[in-house]
């Protein structure tokens, strides 16, 4: 039987403590081969096109050049490579933009060596990975879409609409005006695309804003 060919990688990362240790870590393994390195976006893009490694290990932050303009560069090229990127940053203006320029992965830093390596066997094969804090960001971004976020004074309204109260009942609970809560209301309704208090409460349960 022939043997496997190793799967190739191309790192970008700005630290270069942290691409030794990268190169060091698939070094152990021979399932893996890196074929180079690189320090910013622009070069990794460069990389990718002569090199065609089938994973590229991507940060995000990195002066002279950051991951999601990267990713996307390699998008409009039309390279074939897999982007996985490893990153300490898991806050959604870093995950949002990576995931829609086209990341097939998104990992942080602190991931366990193995769950590194299957992470890439599975990039390689154009399967989506996620770390469990990212995936848990992205579900409730998807649950309550983006620009519809409600206030943390609009999710108080609505868990105590949801509870029963009254608008009086609500004032007095927040110690605002009966008016304020009724301005609250309305914003919560045009944002949950709602007409009245029943379903504005059925929809965020249904949205996953309230538990």
């Known amino acids: 039987m022939a043997e496997q060919r190793p799967i190739t990688l191309l790192i970008v990362d700005d630290h270069p403590v942290v691409r ?34 089938d994973v590229v290990l991507m940060d995000l932050r990195m002066p002279g050049g950051g991951g999601v303009a990267a990713i996307r560069e390699l998008g409009r090229r039309g390279l074939s490579s897999k982007v996985l990127v490893l990153t300490t940053y898991d806050t959604d203006s870093d995950t949002l933009p990576a995931i829609e320029a086209g990341a097939t992965g998104y990992l942080l830093k602190d991931t366990p060596r193995e769950d590194l390596f299957a992470a890439v066997r599975a990039a390689a094969e154009g399967r989506t990975v996620l770390s469990p804090a990212v995936a848990t960001r992205l579900v409730s971004r998807v649950r309550e879409p ?14 105590l609409v949801a509870k029963g109260g009254s608008n009086r009942e609500i004032a007095a609970e927040l110690f605002i005006s009966e008016a304020t809560v009724k301005t609250h209301l309305a914003h919560l309704y045009t944002k949950l695309g709602v007409k009245d208090r029943a379903a504005a409460v059925a929809t965020a349960y249904e949205r996953g804003i309230l538990g």
Do not use: I
Not at 146 to 159: F, I
């Open 20 to 53: 030794d240790g990268l190169r060091g870590m698939f070094a152990t393994a021979p399932e893996f081969e890196v074929l180079g390195e690189a320090a910013d976006g622009p070069t990794g893009v460069e990389l990718a096109r002569r090199l065609t490694p």
């Open 146 to 159: 983006v620009g519809e976020a409600l206030s943390v004074r609009e999710r108080q309204v609505l868990g």
